[in-house]
């Protein structure tokens, strides 16, 4: 079995290029409901050969989903390096709760939500 989180936003294509900046990511399985669309039906983002956020263009459905909801990606990271460019990425346009830092249980947290309203917690222990 395997979980994948799906998040559903407006500017799904855009969201794909930017994840797959962040997290020095690939994409797979990015499909369009028609070949007019401007958007994704479904996206993948994969990070070291597992996928791990897919997504779609919230307006694709009938229906509304709430905005900032109670949900957080953690992503714990191997490496500084990483953690730091990906925070980068993330904090363009973004709301910080808590910029990159080092905190009492690890060596380094930010808590961003990014422009897409994705809440994400990075870190490195």
Partial sequence: ???VFMAYLTGSIEAVEFYCRAFDATQKNCFKASDDDDYYAHA???IDDQTVMALSEASHYGFSFAERNNMQFWMTFDDEQSLVKACSVLSEKADIHSPLAPSEWCKLL???TDKFGIRWMLNLF
């Fill in 1 to 3: 079995m395997r979980t």
């Fill in 110 to 112: 930010a808590d961003v």
């Fill in 44 to 46: 993948e983002i994969v």
